[in-house]
């Protein structure tokens, strides 16, 4: 390593520690030559993940981006931000953990849905909605259909099969809402 004051190339460490919640380590080192002291960081170098676009565009992974779709998902379900700080975590060591470095954006669309259909519901169909492009009604209630059948009945009415009826008629969205 070599002093950014004198450029000598010999120094000794005087002190060592973990950095960064364990990402990195901070090491103290002082110049044998001019006596200076300075900090340097070592970090693992991860590979950069490409991710392809569904038009074929090719970009670097960028996590934040992936983040602020969660986040958007999960807004005022009470699910604490560190949560999905680590949502993303996982999706991101999982993308380094390959050994292919190109990755479609769908599979990780798919990562993030598979995440949040055990975390929480509504951010699940918030998200799927976006990323799987829903056009109409229809959308929402076959993917609403398969979270059920994914889900088990998950506490819904007795008297309904299905998450989400087709559409009520007038006097079924009253009695639905207990209006009668």
Same mark, same amino acid.
């Given at each position: 390593m070599r002093c950014p004051f004198c450029q000598f190339t010999d120094n000794r460490v005087l002190e060592s520690r973990s950095a960064e !919640?364990? %990402?990195?380590v901070r090491r103290r080192?002082? +110049? /044998?030559? +001019?006596g200076r002291r300075f900090t340097t960081y070592e970090r693992i170098e991860f590979v950069p993940v490409i991710v392809v676009k569904r038009n074929g565009a090719r970009e670097s992974f960028d996590r934040s981006k992936v983040l602020r779709g969660i986040m958007r998902a999960c807004e005022k379900t009470g699910i604490p931000h560190l949560e999905l700080e680590n949502?993303?975590?996982?999706?991101?060591?999982? /993308?380094?953990?390959? !050994?292919?470095r190109e990755v479609p954006s769908q599979e990780i669309g798919e990562l993030?849905?598979?995440?949040?259909?055990?975390?929480?519901?509504?951010?699940?169909?918030? #998200?799927?909605?976006?990323?799987? %492009? #829903?056009?109409?009604?229809?959308?929402?209630?076959?993917?609403?259909n398969q979270l059920q059948g994914v889900l088990g009945n998950g506490g819904q009415s007795e008297r309904r099969g299905a998450i989400a009826p087709a559409v009520l008629d007038a006097s079924e969205q009253e009695d639905e809402l207990g209006v009668l």
């Open positions: !919640s364990g %990402q990195s080192r002082e +110049c /044998l030559s +001019c949502l993303v975590d996982e999706i991101e060591a999982e /993308l380094q953990q390959r !050994s292919v993030v849905l598979d995440r949040l259909q055990n975390l929480n519901e509504v951010a699940y169909i918030r #998200f799927a909605s976006v990323y799987r %492009q #829903f056009r109409g009604i229809r959308d929402f209630v076959d993917t609403l």
